[in-house]
């Protein structure tokens, strides 16, 4: 006899860990479905550290879903006894006029966020790891700070056990289908069935959503650690997360987390199209992480020892680069969460909370209306 739930999610990463836990925390029966170990790092979120923040200059309809998931990522801290958040404040840096730091100052007016307005001068006072260029400017927001990826996983998975939910590791999702009746995925290990369905596969969505492909794009992308030649000018509490706009080009990173060095990532570098995220490499070339090492002599000259690590991971981007979360448009029971397009990391444990609401309720009181499928498939159309 075929197993039944109430919910399926596809998905045991960043955002199905967290979809799982929140559906189960409700009283639902939950089967959690995962390709891999959970944790694993052949997707996006491996890596050690992912900045959180609040002045989003990306879109500033992001920061009431980011003041939400603050609250989840304490709670799901105090809930498991975890350190997960780590508060460092965050610079973004560049020319007034970048896109950066109009958007920052622009999501800091109107949702009245603490910020700092630091002039290349000040930068590199407060700052002395930095060597800014004379025409940039730095904007401190002390509520930012970094996230432990592998340990939020682990956590958002062990506290949706603990409400009831079963999670599956080394499944492969074959296909679904949704009838009267609800909803039949097939797997590796056998069909199971569920009132609904949460698709939250991350890199391999463009495979399991059964929409346009072209919309969820796999890319590649390698981050890499050096090990400071003035380790004491990285410590988090001189040295918070930040992200550089240099001519037009985000490059992000972090103070050492956990005995691991100086991290360094540029936006969507190389980029190059994943078509099988299975078959990613995962070694980072030695041209790959020479472009990281050329901006880490320019702007940050005393992290540019020796490389202590380099990897390849994968980011998946819509068109726009922002979220999907919405329900399927060819099946009401079935919800879909993108990956993120690089940026979604800090946005789990509400996303998570979405999901649940649209998979049992079919709406959510969460602001997404920016996130919504509909946008991209008119583009498509």
Known sequence: M?????????????MGSAAAFHLAKRGVSVLGLEQYAIGHDRGSLHGLSRIIRLAYHEHPDYVPLLRRAYTLWRELEASQNVALFETTGSVEVGTPDSSLVAG????????DLAFELLGPGDLAERFPAYHPREDWVGIFQPDAGFLRPEASVAAHAASARAAGAELREGVTV????????GVR????DGAVEADRLVLAP???????????GELFQAARQVVAWFQPTMPELFEPARFPVFIVQEDGINHYGFPPVDGAGFKIGRMHHPG???SDPADLDRVAADTEVAVLRSFVERVFPQAAGPVLDAQACLFTNTPDSRFVIDLHPDAPNVTVI???SGHGFKFAPVIGEIAADLALDGRTDHPIGFLSLDRLLQEAA
């Open 2 to 14: 075929t197993q039944r739930y109430d919910v399926i999610v596809v998905g045991v990463g960043s």
């Open 104 to 111: 920052t100052l622009a999501a800091c007016a109107e949702h």
């Open 174 to 181: 074959l296909s679904w289908s949704t009838d009267a009746e």
């Open 185 to 188: 995925v097939e797997t590796s």
């Open 202 to 212: 991350g890199a391999w969505a463009s495979r399991l959503f059964g929409l346009p």
């Open 272 to 274: 190059q199209p994943v």
């Open 338 to 340: 993108s990956a993120c």
